[in-house]
């Protein structure tokens, strides 16, 4: 198909320069770009399907603290010091309260 393009001076002479180098034509330089420019933008849609992974199910109930604890005996400290944590720092009358904070094994 023939049509009429304005093109950039600058770009045509590129355009000349580069399909005189590669012994091709002007026209077929054109259309392998246009070509590059359209399959680049469906790329993305092309992407396989992220995997799914079977994890087992949940090994303790969240919502159950007692259990929850039990199955971190081995991060006693850890669970000390984000409990001291979560506690309010400052009582209603504004005085520190004063509690220490245990990081090791007491």
Known sequence: MKTT??????????????AARQGRTMSELVETALRLLFGAKRAPTDLPPLPTL????HLVDVADREALY?????????????????RPAW?????PIGEPMFFGRE
């Open 91 to 95: 009582r209603s009358e504004g005085t």
């Open 70 to 86: 039990h199955s971190m005996e081995g991060f006693a400290p850890f669970i000390r010091v984000l409990t001291a944590l979560s």
């Open 54 to 57: 079977r994890s087992g199910g």
């Open 5 to 18: 393009l304005n093109i950039d001076d600058t770009v045509m002479a590129q355009l000349k320069r580069e």
